[in-house]
């Protein structure tokens, strides 16, 4: 079964330095990979996706987030963390377009330090 | 554009009972997702609608349901509520058209159901 693990659950960074959120992937097939912030009490929103081509995605809010397939990952960047960015930041991969084979990651906690 | 509405935000219930959560989507869009969202087991598809269909169903028992009516708005229905029951329960909405995850999903702010 395809499997989505996000390292760390807790992560903290200080506003200006670099952001970085793993997310590895159990998968013999080219997936779709997605990226989606959770702020509290709010939806989830999607940052970015990879379907096919370019390996480096730009997404919303300055993120970014480079698809590996030799090593099955999709980590998710940020040059700069803003104190906006504190949030859930949850990782999802697909082998097919439908919504039902969708496996989401348990999430990773994002906190900016001033 | 509005976004997706959900309604109640809140809702406290017992065991036994059923509860309806409302969802209204962007206008426009003609599918609706359902998610429920707990500490436990995360993120998990309940069921999509598409054009007063259901197109897509998750792992979930017969207890949960749902429909779509004509406006694209649609409804979830969770009868005989058990404990475990309580989440946050997503809605998302999405043109719909490409069919599948693709297709960027706009989610509501959730009605958090408490089962007591």
């Known amino acids: 079964a395809q499997s989505v693990t996000q390292l760390g659950s807790h992560v903290s960074v200080s506003e200006g330095a670099l952001v970085l959120l793993r997310c590895n992937y159990s998968?013999?097939?080219?997936?779709?990979l997605f990226w989606y912030v959770q702020y509290p009490n709010q939806g989830l929103q999607l940052l970015l996706k990879?379907?096919?081509?370019?390996?480096l995605v730009k997404g919303i809010n300055g993120f970014e987030a480079e698809f590996k397939k030799s090593e099955t990952s999709f980590h998710l960047t940020k040059p700069s963390a803003h104190m906006s960015d504190a949030a859930e930041y949850f990782c999802?991969?697909?082998?097919?377009?439908?919504?039902?084979?969708?496996?989401f990651g348990p999430g990773t906690s994002l906190s900016v330090i001033p | 554009k509005a976004g997706v509405t959900q309604t109640p935000r809140y809702l406290i219930k017992t065991r036994g009972q059923q509860v309806t959560l409302s969802c209204s989507p962007i206008?426009?869009?003609?599918?609706v997702s359902w998610y429920q969202q707990t500490p436990g087991q995360g993120l998990q598809f309940l069921f999509e609608?598409?054009?007063?269909?259901?197109?897509n169903k998750g792992n979930f028992p017969g207890r949960f349901s749902g429909r779509q009516f004509s406006n694209s708005r649609s409804e979830m229905n969770v009868s005989t509520l058990e404990l475990g029951d309580s989440a946050l329960y997503l809605c998302?909405?999405?043109?719909?058209?490409?069919?599948?995850?693709?297709?960027?999903?706009?989610f509501g702010p959730g009605t958090r159901l408490t089962v007591l």
């Open positions: 998302a909405s999405s043109p719909g058209l490409a069919g599948g995850s693709t297709d960027t999903q706009y």
């Open positions: 998968s013999s097939v080219p997936p779709y």
């Open positions: 990879y379907t096919t081509g370019a390996t």
């Open positions: 999802a991969v697909s082998r097919e377009t439908s919504y039902d084979k969708v496996i």
């Open positions: 206008s426009g869009h003609r599918s």
């Open positions: 609608y598409f054009s007063e269909t259901q197109r």
